[in-house]
């Protein structure tokens, strides 16, 4: 197998770009630079351009954040591992899948266990396939919220619904468990609405693996026997949801 890890680094800053680029040259011979950007427009061609497996990512850019780059690309085969001055991205870097979360001022020891510890899974994973399959499997069905004192993950197949409380949100589970999480609903529409979860209103969100049945598109009675009335203006994605599940 080709020991080569073949690595992007975005980053708009030009002293943390060098200090990053050192730290990988000096330390790990395997991981080879084959490009750097700092724009979120130049980051979008290069990785269309490229085919890397490691991404070093910054979150805050000259143009925007790095999240519209990965919301640009379909489908990437590559990890990433996000390296911000501010840790209040990290529950939004979760949902992305993110291999990894380090906040600057990088930490060099904790940095070289991290890439060790992928360096050593690609080992074991011999095929890129395999390798594939497996991060599919683990980043597939959870969700880490942030309930002010802790981060709780979740599988996400096992949430009914989410309901907004003012700027928070409060999830209920088939456990019958419930979570307030400190984030609006309108955040986790964001991450949840391409993982199988409907906005059935201005305050609902609900996952349709837990529909029990719909009423004349106009409510959606829940496997906890809850029902949920879809607001008008919703109606019309109700009945487009309706047509794919049918």
């Known amino acids: 197998m080709n020991q080569t890890i073949s690595a ?19 330390h790990f011979n395997e991981i080879k630079i084959i ?22 990512m910054d979150i805050e850019l000259i143009d925007g954040n790095s999240f519209a780059i990965l919301n640009a690309i379909k489908n990437h085969n590559f990890e990433v591992i996000f390296i911000t001055a501010h840790n209040d991205y990290l529950e939004k870097a979760i949902g992305y899948y993110a291999l990894n979360f380090l906040t600057k001022p990088i930490d060099i020891d904790h940095f070289k266990k991290i890439i060790n510890r992928y360096v050593e899974l690609k080992k074991r994973l011999y095929s890129k396939q395999k390798y594939t399959l497996f991060k599919e499997f683990l980043a597939e069905s959870r969700l880490l919220i942030n309930t002010g004192n802790e981060h709780i993950s979740i599988e996400t197949n096992k949430i009914i619904q989410c309901e907004a409380d003012g700027n928070y949100t409060l999830f209920i589970t088939i456990e019958k468990e419930k979570y307030l999480a400190s984030k609006s609903l309108k955040y986790y529409e964001g991450l949840l609405s391409e993982k199988g979860f409907f906005r059935a209103n201005r305050s609902t969100l609900i996952n349709i693996k837990h529909i029990h049945s719909i009423y004349k598109k106009e409510s959606i009675v829940l496997s906890n026997k809850e029902k949920v009335i879809v607001s008008v203006r919703n109606k019309s994605k109700l009945s487009e949801l309706i047509k794919k599940l049918a």
């Open 8 to 26: 992007i680094i975005i980053e708009d800053e030009e002293e943390a770009l060098n200090y990053l680029s050192s730290i990988l040259k000096t």
């Open 35 to 56: 490009g750097t950007s700092d724009t979120v427009e130049n980051s979008i061609k290069l990785l269309n351009n490229t085919s890397p497996e490691l991404v070093f």
